[in-house]
């Protein structure tokens, strides 16, 4: 059974940095496409970005393209995601998710398209 647990959220200040990290753990990390989802109070859940199984494509919301990095790390079992320029918007739980694909160009960007979640970890940005 696949377990993600998220790290990394705190209360920062507008402008600073931060990287999360999930660890992925009971399957084989690499039959994964994996992906950052963010919820704010009183929003749905929405796509922040994913990246595919093998590394070397990814896919980013509007929203946070410039800003954020996503990676991974395979033979550590690790997915990231940097942070940088952080504003109060961004402000919320950020969920890693993860789905059994391994198809390299193709990205799924609805939380109903992906069955594994961790518990979040909550951001917070003060301005």
């Known amino acids: 059974q696949v377990r993600l647990i998220e790290s990394g959220g705190e209360l920062v200040q507008a402008g600073a940095t931060l990287r999360l990290s999930c660890t992925l753990s009971g399957d084989t990390f690499t039959m994964y496409t994996m992906a950052w989802f963010r919820q704010a109070p009183g929003k749905e859940r929405e796509f922040v970005s994913a990246?595919?199984?093998?590394?070397?494509?990814?896919n980013y919301a509007d929203s946070v393209k410039d800003r954020f990095v996503i990676s991974r790390d395979n033979a550590a079992y690790q997915l990231y995601l940097q942070m940088n320029s952080l504003s109060p918007e961004d402000t919320a739980i950020y969920y890693c998710?993860?789905?059994?694909?391994?198809?390299?160009?193709?990205?799924?960007?609805?939380?109903?398209?992906?069955?594994?979640w961790g518990q979040g970890t909550q951001v917070t940005v003060s301005g």
């Open positions: 990246i595919n199984y093998i590394g070397d494509r990814t």
């Open positions: 998710a993860a789905r059994y694909s391994r198809l390299r160009g193709t990205f799924f960007l609805r939380p109903e398209e992906y069955n594994n």
